[in-house]
């Protein structure tokens, strides 16, 4: 079974940065897409950035140029950096996958989207203060 554990949240003044993690155990298959969402209270659950099996990277327009998905295969891990962070990024942020039994090779666009998306971490909670 699938678990993705979240780190790093925490509270971060306006124009501050955060670099969350996201390990993944369980993974058996070595074709993928991760993603990064957010969801404010009240809010929908929003796709901020996703990254495949070939390193393209696909981002939400409300984070691009100020947040980078990246992955380290060899320890599972999947990154959040986040620089010039505004009160408005305050949010639960979770990790997110899905996973393919073919050799996905194609972009991960579509995972920006809560539906296409099998498997969830807890949440790391994202506070930015004014």
């Known amino acids: 079974q699938v678990e993705l554990v979240e780190s790093g949240g925490g509270s971060v003044q306006s124009g501050g940065s955060l670099r969350l993690s996201c390990q993944a155990s369980g993974v058996t298959s070595t074709s993928f897409c991760m993603a990064w969402f957010r969801q404010a209270p009240g809010k929908e659950r929003e796709g901020l950035a996703s990254i495949g099996s070939t390193d393209s990277a696909n981002y939400a327009n409300s984070v691009k140029g100020r947040f980078t998905i990246s992955k380290d295969n060899d320890k599972k891990t999947v990154y959040l950096e986040m620089n010039s962070l505004k009160p408005e990024d305050t949010a639960m942020y979770y990790c997110?996958?899905?996973?393919?039994?073919?050799?996905?090779?194609?972009?991960?666009?579509?995972?920006?989207?809560?539906?296409?998306?099998?498997?969830w971490g807890q949440g790391t909670q994202v506070t930015v203060s004014s």
């Open positions: 997110a996958a899905r996973f393919f039994l073919v050799d996905f090779r194609g972009s991960c666009y579509a995972y920006l989207d809560k539906q296409n998306i099998d498997s």
